[in-house]
Structures are given as C-alpha cells and as structure tokens.
C-alpha cells in the first residue's frame, strides 16, 4: 500500500467553500422551493467585456488556419500580454518592471498555493488572521505546521491578529519569520493598507531577511487615492516581495483562468550553505516543469482588457459590484450591525448579532432569509463573530437579499 503525505491528515477540516456547499446543498434537498440568494463566495455573476470576446473569437479563428495556429505557447506568458501588463499596471504608476519579470498563469489561488514550493520545507511562515485558507492550508499541506488547536490554528504558524483594534490590520511579528501572505484589499475583511502601513512591512522584511507574497487580486477595486495599487509602488519592495494578480474579479475571467505573479530579478533566498539564490530563477524552473502555459485564446483576451473599450467595460463592472457593495453596507449598518470593508472592496465583513457565533449566523440566515453568506470563522479564529458578504451578485438580488435580512434582525 502506498505511503501518503500524513500532512493533509493535519488539516482540521474541508476547506471551506465546499463545506458551505454541502450545508446549502442539505438545505436545499430539505427546503427544494426555497428561492436562495447566494452572497458567499466570490464570484462574479456579469459576462465578459465585449473587448475580451471579441479579441478570444479572433484568437480562435487564428488557431483554425494554419498560418495562425499556435501549439505550445511560452511557459511564462506571451510577450504582447505580459508587455501590456508591464505598461498598464506597473510603468503608469511609475513602477519599474521588466517583461520577463512577469509569470502568466491560470489563477491567484494556484499562483499563491504554488508558490511556497521554492521555500525551505522549515520555513516559518507568518499568517495574517482571518485569511484566504489558500495560504495556511497549502503550508501544512507541505509540513511548515504542527497539528491544529481546538480553535483551528496550528502549531509552528506566527499568526497575524487582524482585529477591530487594529483596522483588521496585520503588524509585523516581534520574531523573525522567512515568509509573510498580505493580501490587499484584503479578502475577507475589505481593508487596505495605505503607504506607511506597507512601508513598515517592507523595512521588517528587509531587516530581518523575510519574503513578502502580496496578494493583489482585488486592485481594480480601490477608489481612495491614498492607497497603493502596488507593493512595489515603495521603494525597496523589488528586493523583499513578490506579487500576485488576476483578471477573476477585475475582468470577469473566473471560468476563463488567467492571472500573473511577479518575481524581480533582484530578488533572493537563501541555500542551506548560506549562499544567496535568486527566486526569479527557481520560480522560472518550476513554472518550466510544472506548467505548459496558459491558452493563446485567453491570452489574447486578457491582453484586451488593456485596450480603451477593455479599460471602459472592465470599470463599469467594478463600479456594478461596488454599487452593490455600498447598499450591502447601507442596509446593514441601518439595520445595527458593525460593517466593514466595502468601500475598496466587492467584500462587506459584518460583525454578527450579540450571541450568535459565525456558523450561527450562516444557519440563520439560510434557514430565516434563505441568503448565504459566508462564516468569519471560516477563515481563521479572529474571524469568529463575523460575517463576509460578496458583492458580486445581480443588483436586484443584493436588493432582495437585503429585504429579507432587515425583516429577520
């Protein structure tokens, strides 16, 4: 009989998404006429702009002539994608990054679960709390943890209390670590860190030797002109992070799969003798091995959302979102709960009812107003006594949803 990982047994439950799926799915058997309005996970419910459709149909006429027809693209994107993506998300913003800095994927969550392979297997690993489950459960899985508490975390993880006392905020640790997740907007909370508040994480990261993997999948979304779009809008960034982002949410690809990592050149880990290693060079092997390249069709219809009509549609899909998200957090603060995020952010974080815990508050909701949302502690224990709610939904139902709510606190 083969020998498995004994790790994933360290993982303390399902990951979340499909365990929600499964409580929704009993109801549903249970209650088959209940009309659900689902604002739990994130995505996206508007098409493809126009731009992306169009410029993926000529893409795939392309490939039907044998003068177009494309077989194994480069494994780290093509050069017109990632050429647009340099010019429109980084060098606008007076960022300097070089095309082969830049890594084309099929999606943040692998991206950002992928990348801890090129990392010591002792690395110790900070963790902000509540997070995407994504970053720690790709850790244990790979045997950067001990075993798991009675409130869900684990041994040998540094957590990141994110709390209404700090802004639900991650402060640097008193200890040093190898590696850091930040993910800004942040998902669950909605925050945003502004400039200082990531200066102060990139002078921790280069004092004490750590990597940053910042999540940026969500910056499309910010509307406060303070805050960075970017980790590597500071200055020193280059040498102590490494960014992730995704067409998903911005552009509507989350059946479509597209999305990109950049590593600078500049910068480096460590080997077991000491001696410095660029992390450009092995996330480049490992990609190589590991991956044959995201499609040429997709491709082209991401390199479209850089065009003028791309640019246009992509904006008024994240002012639909954030329309929706604005009247979650009208209705709910009138309604006498404490709210957060949704201002740069498609996420409302709601702390729930006095008395009712976060899985609590997702059964009375489903069986009360039959909306799903998703439970804060599902994302860690400082998410216990709150609540995500996703804005990407149809408008009328974001209406509704908040209707049947109202009536039922």
């Avoid at 907007?185 to 990597?211: F, H, I, K, M, Q």
């Avoid at 246009?312 to 404490?338: C, F, K, P, Q, T």
């Avoid at 815990?357 to 860690?380: I, K, Q, R």
Wanted: net charge negative.
């Amino acid at each position: 009989m083969a020998r498995i990982n004994d790790n994933y047994l360290k993982l303390s439950a399902g990951y979340l998404f499909p365990e929600i799926s499964r409580r929704v799915n009993a109801f549903q058997r249970s209650h088959p006429g209940a009309s659900l309005i689902r604002l739990g996970i994130g995505d996206v419910v508007l098409p493809l702009p126009g731009a992306v459709v169009s410029a993926m149909h000529d893409a795939v006429d392309e490939m039907g002539s044998e003068s177009g027809f494309r077989g194994y693209g480069p494994e780290q994107g093509y050069e017109f994608l990632r050429e647009a993506i340099a010019d429109n998300d980084y060098r606008s913003r007076g960022v300097d990054i070089a095309v082969d800095e830049i890594f084309v994927s099929d999606g943040s969550k692998c991206d950002s679960g992928n990348i801890q392979e090129i990392f010591a297997g002792e690395a110790l690993v900070a963790i902000p709390d509540p997070v995407y489950p994504v970053y720690l459960d790709t850790n244990v899985m790979a045997g950067r943890s001990g075993k798991a508490s009675e409130d869900g975390s684990y041994e040998g993880i540094v957590y990141l209390p994110c709390t209404e006392d700090n802004a639900f905020l991650p402060e640097p640790p008193q200890q040093p670590v190898d590696i850091v997740y930040l993910c800004f907007p942040n998902n669950p909370t909605g925050s945003v860190a502004r400039r200082t508040d990531l200066e102060s994480w990139v002078a921790y990261a280069r004092d004490c030797g750590a990597v940053l993997l910042y999540d940026s999948a969500y910056e499309a979304y910010i509307s406060e002109q303070d805050v960075p779009h970017s980790i590597f809008e500071i200055e020193g960034a280059r040498d102590v992070a490494i960014e992730f982002r995704s067409f998903s949410k911005s552009a509507g690809f989350t059946g479509t799969r597209c999305a990109y990592v950049v590593v600078p050149r500049s910068l480096e880990g460590r080997a077991a003798d000491g001696s410095a290693v660029s992390l450009h060079q092995l996330w480049n092997r490992r990609h190589c091995t590991k991956f044959n390249g995201v499609s040429y069709p997709v491709q082209a219809g991401a390199a479209a959302v850089y065009t003028d009509q791309g640019q246009r549609e992509v904006r008024e899909r994240v002012d639909y979102y954030m329309a929706n998200a604005a009247h979650i957090r009208r209705s709910l603060s009138e309604s006498g709960l404490g709210v957060y995020g949704g201002v740069n952010a498609p996420y409302v974080w709601v702390k729930t009812p006095e008395g009712l815990g976060s899985w609590d508050f997702f059964d009375h909701l489903l069986e009360s107003t039959h909306v799903v949302g998703t439970p804060g502690a599902g994302f860690g224990s400082c998410g216990e006594g709150y609540f995500r709610l996703s804005a990407f939904a149809k408008a009328e139902q974001v209406e509704e949803a908040m209707t049947r709510i109202r009536t039922k606190l």
